[in-house]
């Protein structure tokens, strides 16, 4: 009966399509039965749509089209013979032991004749597994590319170590090499051109034309501002090293931040004091954010435009922090006893949380040492430099420092 009235619902279907009269008017007990039969077919159209619209399993396969397939045994068994951990392969990117065809012993190989010995390839190739996906020749292209760039092989197994992901990105060649090329006629060196490629491969993967504008506007900036001409390969590898991702950003954020600054009274010179030291991430900052962070710097230290520009100077950071991290900071040191006037002289304080700073007032107070009726320099700084200055404070506490006058006490005989 279930087969007839399945049957007949087609045929009532068909008939419907071709302009025919209903089956089920003659048969109204198999009403229901196609009316299932219509929803059924509708919800197998629907996903047959959406499988329609997956990406292809070479791409970005999904976990449940992964685990209908076979592993590449040939991989995993010559994965495994390199000592390296399958398990963490299979964790974190399981998809590439299903591709085909891979190129572990030809990598492995490659590695081996950089210098790398088996330790540092099993760590490659866990990290990077993708890897073995690149054919010989592009990696052996790579190596030469990057061999321009790199004072010996040595260096170059460290940063394929550090940065694989780096390293193994052969879809852009052409454009590494003009980028590599544009970099070598600025007369940059080939150290900062390898951190430049190693931490940030995006900004070599691109055309090389709009890396050219972001130097350009480097440039005019630094010049405009009052910089010389031969200090300026030196500056921008200063900026380049300590923010490799620069080049990533839109040339007009430098102007944008830039024009707010030199609204806000400072000076030229001040400008490229700040633009110096505050590692590139002025093109990072929001003139909005720079705004509502001085005017409530100023309210809270009760200070003038000039003072202002003053701590602002001697903190750069304050420009990027948040009106909700300020206040949390500054509430913390008011808590601990300190004064807005202590503030005013050490503003770095500002740059340490709460926890650091209590942590460090507590630790000198353990040696009679009261930051609240003293300068807040001692506290200041990094992790290094407090520990410095607080092992030069226990030295003297533990050993006085000798007076050459004093006169000497024998015992008498």
Known sequence: MIRLAVVRCMLNLSARSLGGKPTDRLCPEFATSAIMFRATTASLCAYCHRLRLL????????????????????????????????????????????????????????????GADTACVARVLETHPEAILCRPEDVAAQRDLWASVCPNQRELVGIIEKFPASFFAVTHHANQRANIRYLQSMRLSKRIIGKLMASAPQSFSRPVERNQEVIHTLRETYLDLGGD?????????????????????????????????????????????????????????????????????QAALDCSDGELHDIVLRCPA????????????????????????????????????????????????????????????????????????????????????????????????
């Not at 390199?82 to 190989?109: H, M």
């Not at 030199?262 to 400008?271: C, N």
């Not at 040696?367 to 404070?393: M, N, P, Q």
Request: aromatic letters at 10%.
């Open 229 to 297: 001409e031969g200090n300026l390969r030196v500056w921008l590898q200063k900026l380049l090293s300590q923010n490799p991702f620069i080049m990533l950003r839109p040339a007009e954020a430098w102007r944008d931040s830039l024009g707010f600054l030199h609204d806000r009274g400072f000076t030229t010179e001040q400008l490229l004091q700040l633009v110096s030291s505050l590692r590139a991430c002025i093109s990072e900052m929001d003139p909005t954010t720079m705004r509502q962070a001085m005017d409530y710097t």
């Open 55 to 114: 990406p292809s399993t070479g791409a970005y396969p999904s976990s449940t089209l992964v685990s209908s397939l076979a592993e590449n045994q040939h991989t995993v068994s010559t994965l495994y013979d390199l000592s390296v951990d399958i398990r963490k392969v299979r964790k974190f990117k399981s998809w590439v032991l299903f591709e085909s065809p891979t190129y572990v012993r030809e990598t492995a190989s490659l590695l081996h004749d950089m």
């Open 318 to 413: 304050l420009l990027y922090y948040s009106v909700p991290v300020l206040a949390g900071r500054f509430s913390g040191l008011m808590d601990a006893g300190l004064t807005a006037e202590q503030v005013r002289e050490t503003p770095n304080v500002l740059e340490l949380t709460t926890q650091i700073v209590t942590y460090r007032i507590s630790k000198l107070g353990s040696y009679g040492y009261d930051v609240r009726s003293g300068s807040l320099d001692v506290i200041v700084g990094t992790k290094k430099d407090f520990e410095a200055s607080y092992g030069r404070l226990k030295l003297r506490t533990e050993r006085p420092l000798f007076n050459p006058v004093a006169p000497l006490r024998c015992s008498e005989e």
